[in-house]
Every structure is written in structure tokens, then in C-alpha cells.
């Protein structure tokens, strides 16, 4: 099946530092999701990118649609505490009665005040 | 706001019990997901249902079953709980395929002792 290589694993950083995190896969995909998931909660939907070289921002977060269509990053921006968390990118191919979503194994976000 | 709840968010179960996960969205969704969550291994999922009684096998349905009786309703059947089915279960939903973002329910943290 297809995979994501999403790195790095952990992160350890000051408040106020810039985060990059990224996303690779052997496959293509159509469509590309980030999430954030905070401690005992559910992961919630942070960006959706839908075309190749896409660059679509959230406040302090901005993503990419990789001209490939087999990658994708993640940028945060002058870091807070309340941005930690474990941050999941998910590749979707969907179409006529199909639908399939690959999950990368997530970026731990630690964030020293 | 898409609104996904899951009736437990802490469940404690004996080896050998049959347990029961509720998950209900309340924006008329046709797609809903149930994926097991566990650390290193991130989120994989176990079956989505695209309409009422419709079912289909995920990645790792082996011991799990489903019911989708109603539309907003998509539950989650342990027919033996064992031990190695601790973890956390989190169930999604989108309007259809041709919508592409799943909405997460909080999760439910399930220990079978």
C-alpha cells in the first residue's frame, strides 16, 4: 500500500523559532491534508491543499502542494507553546466511489517558553 | 461547525468482553471512518461505511466489526476484546467523496485488562 514518510519524528524548539516539517511518499496524490492532534483529543483539520504547487496559509502556518505531487511541507512561524502537539500530513487519492486517505506517523512538536 | 462525538473518551473493558463504540455526526455525512491509533504506528484505519448499512474492510479490520444502522450513527463492534486491542479508537466523517476532509471525534482510550 502507499506510504508517507513524514519527518522528522520530534521537534524540540524555542518559543518564537520558525518550524519546518515535511512530507514525502513514493506515490501521487490529489490531495493533500495537515492535522494537528493536542494530548486525549482528536486530530483536527489545519490546512487542505487540493493543486500542485498550492501554497496555502493559516495564520502562522503555511503549506505546500509539491510540484511532484509526492510531497508536502509544513511551515509554523514564530512558534507559541500552545502549538504543541503532534502534527500529521495525510495524502488522499479519491475519485468515482473511491476514497483513500494514507497517514504519515506524525511530527512531535515541543515548544520550551 | 461539523460535529463528531464518540460516546466514551475513556473506556475500560475485560479480556473477553464485548465492547461497543458510538460514534454520531451531525452534519448528514455519508462517509464515516473508524481508525485505531497507537504510538509509532500512527492512525490506521479498521472500516469506513459510504452509506447506511453499506460497510467496507479497512487496513486492519481482523477482530472488528461495524454497524451503520443510521446515517449519523457508525459504531464500532469488539465481539472478544483481547489486550492487544488497547489503544485509541478515533472515528472521522466527510459529506462524501467528493468532499475531501475528514472531521475527527475526540477519541475513545481503550483499555482491555
Known amino acids: 500500500g502507499q506510504q508517507l514518510n513524514q519527518s522528522p519524528q520530534s521537534m524540540f524548539i524555542q518559543e518564537g523559532e520558525d518550524v519546518s516539517m515535511n512530507c514525502t511518499s513514493s506515490?501521487?496524490?490529489?490531495?493533500w491534508l495537515w492535522y494537528k492532534q493536542e494530548p486525549g483529543e482528536g486530530p483536527v483539520l489545519l490546512i487542505a491543499?487540493?493543486?500542485?504547487?498550492e501554497l496555502t496559509s493559516n495564520g502562522r502556518l503555511t503549506a505546500q502542494f509539491g510540484i511532484t505531487r509526492k510531497d508536502s511541507f509544513l511551515n509554523i512561524s514564530a512558534s507559541i507553546p500552545s502549538d504543541v502537539g503532534i502534527y500529521f500530513c495525510?495524502?488522499?487519492?479519491?475519485?468515482?466511489?473511491?476514497?483513500?486517505?494514507?497517514f504519515g506517523k506524525g511530527t512531535k512538536l515541543s515548544v520550551i517558553p | 461547525d461539523v460535529k463528531v462525538t464518540q460516546s466514551s473518551r475513556y473506556l475500560v473493558k475485560r479480556t473477553g468482553e464485548k465492547v461497543f463504540l458510538e460514534c454520531v455526526q451531525d452534519?448528514?455525512?455519508?462517509?464515516m471512518f473508524w481508525y485505531r491509533q497507537d504510538p509509532g504506528l500512527g492512525l490506521r484505519l479498521i472500516y469506513f461505511?459510504?452509506?447506511?448499512?453499506?460497510?467496507e474492510k479497512g487496513d486492519i479490520p481482523e477482530g472488528y466489526s461495524v454497524s451503520r444502522e443510521k446515517k449519523e450513527r457508525f459504531s464500532l463492534i469488539l465481539e472478544s476484546a483481547s489486550t492487544n486491542q488497547t489503544s485509541m479508537y478515533l472515528c472521522?466523517?466527510?459529506?462524501?467523496?467528493?468532499?475531501?476532509?475528514?472531521?475527527f471525534g475526540p477519541g475513545t482510550r481503550l483499555t482491555v485488562l
Open positions: 461505511s459510504y452509506d447506511v448499512k453499506m460497510k
Open positions: 495525510a495524502g488522499l487519492n479519491s475519485g468515482a466511489g473511491s476514497y483513500q486517505l494514507t
Open positions: 472521522a466523517s466527510i459529506l462524501s467523496s467528493g468532499y475531501n476532509e475528514q472531521f
Open positions: 506515490s501521487i496524490f490529489n490531495t
Open positions: 452534519m448528514d455525512h455519508e462517509n
Open positions: 491543499l487540493y493543486k500542485a504547487g
